[in-house]
């Protein structure tokens, strides 16, 4: 998954516009740092 698209949904909770569950990597219904942080862990992972 692309950083960008992660961090483009920053703050973003469950229930408002935008929010997409496969955004919110940890599952925590929020689109936060630890999300951005755990996308770029991945970087270079292809699945």
């Known amino acids: 998954m692309d950083v960008?698209?992660?961090a483009?949904?920053?703050g973003l909770?469950?229930?408002q516009t935008?929010?997409?569950k496969r955004y919110d990597v940890?599952?925590?219904?929020s689109v936060d740092?630890?999300?951005i942080i755990a996308t770029a862990n991945d970087y270079?992972?292809?699945q």
Do not use: E, K
């Open 33 to 35: 740092v630890l999300d």
């Open 26 to 29: 940890n599952n925590d219904n």
């Open 44 to 46: 270079g992972w292809h």
């Open 4 to 6: 960008q698209l992660v």
């Open 13 to 15: 909770l469950f229930g």
């Open 18 to 20: 935008g929010y997409a």
């Open 8 to 10: 483009g949904r920053f």
